[in-house]
T-cell receptor, first 111, second 114 residues
Framework: KAGVTQTPRYLIKTRGQQVTLSCSPISGHRSVSWYQQTPGQGLQFLFEYFSETQRNKGNFPGRFSGRQFSNSRSEMNVSTLELGDSALYLC??????????FGEGSRLTVL | AQSVTQPDIHITVSEGASLELRCNYS??????LFWYVQSPGQGLQLLLK??????LVQGIKGFEAEFKRSQSSFNLRKPSVHWSDAAEYFC????????????FGTGTRLTVIP
């Protein structure tokens, strides 16, 4: 069974730009969560989607948004990038048992 | 507010020695508890989880953890560390089963020396 796939793995953007990250969950998993990992703040929950609906949301500004498609694939978008948005963005899928399966992440660098 | 504390930022152990990583949580009720491991450049892998029942849980790679309600702790242990165990370890809590917004500790980096 294929794992969680995140694309792109690495990307560089400049301040003010926007970025879209993609996540393909494990087949059959309907829940997709997104986390931001930085050296200063650690792992922080962004949001979770289940059956195309946002089920939970963390404490991030509205510049961070996401969506989920009917095939459970998910995207997250960050608009008007700031230097502090540089991070590893991790996607996790779940069969809704509380167990999360993480992808390898998308490393975003904002210059 | 809920919080997870991993008091040890960095631990160094010799290969073959025993290991214990500490985790304390703050929450009004018993949360769902997890330990994850992250190797450099990789995502997180679940080592073990506690939802209810037996307070000593077994995980993958020879790890175990014990939930102690009186101490609000969920410490991770391994009797004999291997060089491949060098990684960063995260304790996490979930408040509602099936809800996937976990709160993570700041992590403990494990170095294994030959």
């Amino acid at each position: 069974k294929a794992g969680v796939t995140q694309t792109p793995r690495y990307l560089i953007k400049t301040r003010g730009q926007q970025v879209t990250l993609s996540c393909s969950p494990i087949s059959g998993h309907r829940s997709v969560s997104w986390y931001q990992q930085t050296p200063g703040q650690g792992l922080q929950f962004l949001f979770e989607y289940f059956s195309e609906t946002q089920r939970n949301k963390g404490n991030f500004p509205g510049r961070f948004s996401g969506r989920q498609f009917s095939n459970s694939r998910s995207e997250m978008n960050v608009s008007t990038l700031e230097l502090g948005d540089s991070a590893l963005y991790l996607c996790a899928s779940s069969p809704n048992t509380g167990e999360l399966f993480f992808g390898e992440g998308s490393r975003l660098t904002v210059l | 507010a809920q919080s997870v504390t991993q008091p040890d930022i960095h631990i160094t152990v010799s290969e073959g020695a025993s290991l214990e990583l500490r985790c304390n949580y703050s929450y009004g009720a018993t949360p769902y508890l997890f330990w994850y491991v992250q190797s450099p450049g990789q995502g997180l892998q679940l080592l073990l989880k506690y939802f209810s029942g037996d307070t000593l849980v077994q995980g993958i790679k020879g790890f175990e953890a014990e939930f102690k309600r009186s101490q609000s702790s969920f410490n991770l242990r391994k009797p004999s560390v291997h060089w491949s165990d060098a990684a960063e370890y995260f304790c996490a809590v979930g408040l509602v089963t099936g809800a996937n917004n976990l709160f993570f500790g700041t992590g403990t980096r494990l170095t294994v020396i030959p």
